[in-house]
């Protein structure tokens, strides 16, 4: 048995050497193909610049030469023009050495449990941009700058983060979250802006020349949290539902007081001049774009939850749908330059439960499976440009401010946690306890985000110095904290996520506490989180699922329809692990709702009674079967009405108590008897020796 272990993890390993070396050939022959591509179109522009010049100035010479070489050419049998499809086949590239390093990174088991995914591809990205340098060849720097990132690279992450966002944990504890993202974000920009500005008038730092405004707009940049990067490395670790939701809602909601703080300083620093009129309609500028992020993405998911309502005949575009009316309700508040991420959020939250109803399981299942596809190319190609581009540019190093990026960063974030911390706490009733703290502010990580703001500044001298300490302070969350955290969350044996399975017991059990929970609010006249929750779902219920759910599944109740969900979980499960054999051959409510027959079912007739006929039968019930005990009447504690009912109980327990009674009588008697002889012949001795 021994051997037969052995000998099956030696076929194992190798099989795994295989396929790792398999995926690191066919990664250096995308990197070779790339430096191909790029050398090929360098050289075609040479060769094109070099005709162009050498062209011959006699117009009409030229054209008698093409006219006599046109005659005489023979038909082409092959052509190369590699600038026709260059831009495509570069991405494609790009796509397809991202894939192979994830592929790569997923066959060795023992590297994803200690190095994060995200720090395996920017080292990619490092090596391959250091090939191309080596070259002498242009990295595509471009591939992530403001356009690019924030237009197609980031849309991809924050839908699937929205889309599939866990609501019970998120509203339960939106109010921490808030506090995070946007009193935390506030404190950290202002404290690393000042703090720089302050280390910037040191004369040995020779940084005199940066001004307040600089410092705060580069403290605006850094500050935030990164949901790439929290994305990145949280769900690797399975931390508790708590931490995650608490540090990746904060990495989402932050992009409102980011986006603000941005145009504010950017506006503040081209004016010079700072007045209190100024500082207003930044606090209102905030409010602007938050709220409006969140319109719009409500008012597009609204409109794609409606448009699912006639899309039964047509299943095939129905995941179209999805995909179209949040990237229109991200680019709408791009627009208006409002917060694209809140609105992509809000469009996902609100669409999910109504379009879910309405749409197929195949479309679903499309749905979910390409969002989920989607991201990941999204996110592994952010982390590839972002080493790439650090190859490519430029870095004037200044030890001083780097190395004091990095520790404010990281000081401020402990001290804002821990400061919001212990006045939340007041207000929670499940508190967070110090690993929780510690947990929160040691996964603030930085990332692209960071990185593609830091292409928007002006260029000037200043601007390649913040781009260095950027990625420094990316570089240091990333790889340092990010490597980091899994360790420590084992050492302070920090609760991780229990994949539990939805019954319907839990189920009838939390709907159960909600309506308790709503109903103590409203006893105690405080209108409370459960108060608000239970009148939006009565108007959900009363007047929004009939205009955008269709048929039946409108006034389905939640149990009903969590167990279809369950059912067709279920289902698929046992269809993807190749247990198809043991599922029903009855077709359910589930299976049946998307077949649209060509004809409308014909229900089962149910036979009529006449009313006669029904009198007889209830006369027949009464006088045969037992009479219930449930009352449903009022009590009133100034009319005790008497109860002919309840006489005839009393009467049935008081026969009941006096045969038990005469049943105790009749056996003490009976022992009475059986004991008197024996007590009267010992009275008989004791009398017969009295002399």
Known sequence: MNKLKCLEKSKCNFTNILLVLNALSLGCWCVLLLLFVSVASAGRDVDSGSNDTGRNPAPEDSHHQTNSTHHKKAFPVLSFNFDHVRKPFEISLWILLALLMKLGFHIIPRVSHVVPESCLLIVVGLLVGGIIKAFDEDAPVQMLDSKFFFLYLLPPIILDAGYFLPMRPFTENLGTILVFAVVGTLWNAFFIGLTMYGVCQIE???????????????????????????????????????LHILVFGESLLNDAVTVVLYHLFTEFSHKGTVTVADAFLGVVSFFVVSLGG?????????????????????????????????????????????????????CGVVMRPYVEANISHKSYTTIKYFLKMWSSVSETLIFIFLGVSTVAQPHPWNWTFVVVTVVVC??????????????????RIVKLTKKDQFIVAYGGLRGAIAFSLGFLLPDNEMKQLFLTAIITVIFYTVFVQGMTIRPLVELLAVKKKKESKGSINEEIHTQFLDHLLTGIEDICGHYGHHHWKDKLNRFNKAYVKKWLITGERSTEPQLISFYNKMEMKQAMMLVESGSAAKLPTIMTPVSMQNIQPKEPLKRRAIPSISKSREQEIRKMLRGNLQKTRQRLRSYSRHDLMVDPFEEDVSEVRLRKQRVEMERRVSSNSAANKQSQPWISKQQLGKDNNIP
Not at 324 to 346: D, N
Not at 418 to 426: A, D, F
């Open 294 to 346: 969140i319109l719009i993405g409500a008012i597009y998911g609204i409109i794609g939850a409606f448009t699912s309502r006639f899309t039964s005949h047509s299943r095939v575009i129905e995941p179209l749908f999805v995909f179209l009316y949040s990237y229109m309700a991200y680019l709408s508040a791009e627009v208006f330059h409002l917060s694209g991420i809140m609105s992509l959020i809000a």
């Open 410 to 427: 990281f000081v401020s974030r402990v001290l804002g946690v821990v400061s919001l911390t212990y006045i939340i706490n007041k207000f």
């Open 204 to 242: 040995a730092v020779k940084l005199g020349r940066v001004d307040l405004l600089s410092c705060l707009l580069f403290g605006s940049i850094v500050s935030a949290v990164d949901p790439v990067a929290v994305l990145a490395v949280f769900e690797e670790i399975h931390i508790n539902e708590l």
